[in-house]
Each structure stands twice: as structure tokens, then as C-alpha cells.
């Protein structure tokens, strides 16, 4: 073996569930194997490893903690280093209330306004006062959508309409969290879907791919996350925007690239994985709007599809197109379709019974063979 891949618990990540910690060491076991590495387990400071090491973080890396772990660059690991804390939240989709509001430090206003054409109206707020001033200005256009910046899965989110449901919820706030991390006031949308688009690159290839998510029920009845259906092309964005697709996915993907290109206003910004989850529907207005509500550089609910379309690439270099699905569903009773990878089946002691799994197989485009030469002739699999 040529070197060793880890699965790597951060010092700002929040405990794994049993699901969580079972799904990170599958992708990190389907990296080694991508990469003809040795899968070493839990990576452990005690430890002397080898110096080839690959890590697979639960979380976003600061640049202090990824350059001791002798992560120089993002062919280190499978995942990102931005600079702040809060750069890895849905914080920085929205900008300030005022030049005087309070942020923490390091904050960009000029990301904030390079994005402002690709997102939804909202702002980031991180105090009472300015959250009220953000609520004041937006609910008279329709609800209003409060994210907590640090959530993740569709869950601390709730739609507010008056300002007495505003004060309730700051009311029950961690004062602390909201002037960390921070709250974001966003455009409630209606019959809305949310988009996946992302890119992997891993050893000199890169794959791109679209795609949407799933909500199902929890174990409390809570609409959650409940997976991504990918479609999956060797190349980088430019070949995602030759497969044939609808004007609102392609709307997405341009959205997706201008917030990925604004990150250059966070200095030290390096990822391997990206994915940026687009929200389409309509206002209060009925006025279909699409937007970006946030970028995620870590391991995340889609990677299980995300390497399964990367395995299949590595194997067949002359596979152009991967449908990949990443699924879970809470609850009894559910068996995984044939021929499904699955990572957990089991009772996890916070969410009750689930099952997690992920298909993948190969999709056939017409013309595909030579419509798409150019955009794989360069990946260096195969």
C-alpha cells in the first residue's frame, strides 16, 4: 500500500451519531480503496502513522488544526479548510444589516455582496437587535425562514411571520450561539425543491454532478434529509453543463459556481469536496426564485453517492455518466433494493431505527460517447 486513509474526528465538529460515525467510515474505506490506500480506522494522535495520509474529516478544517495534521493542500484530504469557524456555516450566504452590525472577526462583506445575486433575500445577524431589524425589513414581503447557522439536515429551522414569533424564538436562543455562529433570516420559499450541485477531486480527476434531495419523516415525524439522487460526469463544471438539462438546473449550477468563485475573499479557502445546496420555488408573491442556501466542505449526506459514482469511474474508464442515490429512512420494516451499499441498519440510540444505504449504476445519454470526449479526455483514472 502506498499510504493510509483515516477517518479524522475535528476539534469543532459536533459528537457523531451511530449513523453519522458508520457513514463517514464507509466513505472514508471507499476513499482508500479509490486510492489504493490502507483504510487505518479513527486517525489517533497517539499514534505514529505513516507520512502518505489522507484524512477524512466529520468537519470543515481551521487552517490551524489542518496544518497539524500535515494538510498542506486539498489533495490531503476529502473535505476543505476555510479560515474562520463560522466560514463553514450558511452564515456567510447573506450579508450584514448595516456596516455597523455586529459580526465576528474575519468577516467578509465583500463575499457577501459578490453572492448577493445568487441567493435568496436574507440577511446574517448575530445579535437581538440586528435580528429584528432583518425580520423588520423582510416580513412584510412574507414569512421568513430562521436558520440556525450551525444546523444542518433541515433541522433548527423554523418559518416566523410577526415579530411576537421572532422574540419567542430569540427568546429560547443561546446567546452564545447567536453571537458565534449567528442566525439567518431568509425569503421563506413555497413548493420548493433543493438542488445538490458539487464536485470531487481526488488524485488528479475531478467529477461534477447535479442532482436533488430527498426529505422523509423522522422518528419524531420531523421532516428531515433523506438523501440526494445524483447524476454524475467525469470533468469539471464545464462538463456538467454539456449533459442535457433542464434551464432551471443549469440556473443552479451558474448560481453554485458564482458562490464558489466569491470564496476567494476568504483567504486560506482549500476543498476536494464541495457541494452547494441550490433552494427553487416560489415567494409569498408566487414569483419562482432560486437561490443558494449554502455550501458544505466536509463529508456530508451525499458523499456515500458522491464515491460511488467516483468507484465506478475508477473502474471503467470509459464510464461517462454514474446515477447515484444516497438514501435514508427512519423507522422499521424498510429492506434496501438490490444490489444497494448499505452503511447502517440499525437502532442509533438518539435517532431510533433507520437504514442507510446507496445505489449507483450506469447511465446511458445518447451520443455520449464522442459529445463527451473532450470533457474526460484529461482525468488521469483509468
Known sequence: MAGIVVAYLSRLGTPLLAHEKATLEAVATSVAQIKH??????????????????FVPDDTLMPDEAGSLGI???????GGVVSHP????????????????????????IFAERVRDVVLPGYAVFSARNARVAAKRLTPYGPVRLKRAVACGS???????????????LDA????????????LESNLHDAITLSIGQIAMDGGVISYHGVQRFTDDNDGRVVYGGSDL????????????????????????????YERAMDAY???????????????????????????????????ASTAELAALTAFAQDPGLHVV??????????????????????????????????????????????????????????WG
Open 231 to 258: 447524476v454524475c460526469v467525469r470533468g469539471g463544471w464545464e462538463a456538467l453543463a454539456e449533459l442535457p438539462i433542464t434551464k432551471e438546473v443549469r440556473l443552479g449550477i451558474k448560481q453554485a459556481i458564482a
Open 155 to 169: 433541522r433548527g429551522q423554523i418559518v416566523i411571520a410577526t415579530a411576537d414569533e421572532l422574540d419567542a424564538f
Open 37 to 54: 490506500y490502507e483504510f487505518a480506522g479513527w486517525h489517533d494522535i497517539a499514534r505514529r502513522h505513516s507520512d502518505d495520509i489522507y
Open 267 to 301: 483567504p486560506g479557502f482549500l476543498a476536494s469536496r464541495r457541494n452547494y445546496d441550490v433552494g427553487q420555488g416560489l415567494d409569498a408573491q408566487g414569483k419562482w426564485r432560486s437561490g443558494v442556501f449554502e455550501a458544505s466542505w466536509r463529508s456530508g449526506g
Open 173 to 184: 436562543f443561546p446567546s452564545e450561539e447567536l453571537t458565534a455562529a449567528g442566525l439567518v
Open 86 to 109: 463560522f466560514v463553514k456555516t450558511k452564515a456567510i450566504t447573506h450579508r450584514l444589516v448595516s456596516e455597523s452590525a455586529d459580526r465576528p472577526s474575519g468577516w467578509s462583506s
Open 323 to 380: 446515477n447515484a442515490c444516497s438514501i435514508k429512512e427512519y423507522g422499521t420494516g424498510h429492506e434496501p433494493p438490490p444490489h444497494a451499499t448499505v452503511h447502517f441498519h440499525d437502532y442509533d440510540p438518539q435517532d431510533g431505527p433507520m437504514i442507510r444505504y446507496t445505489v449507483s449504476t450506469p447511465s446511458i445519454i445518447p451520443g455520449s460517447s464522442s459529445h463527451f470526449s473532450r470533457a474526460y479526455h484529461p482525468l488521469l
Open 72 to 78: 498542506r493542500c486539498a489533495n490531503d484530504l476529502f
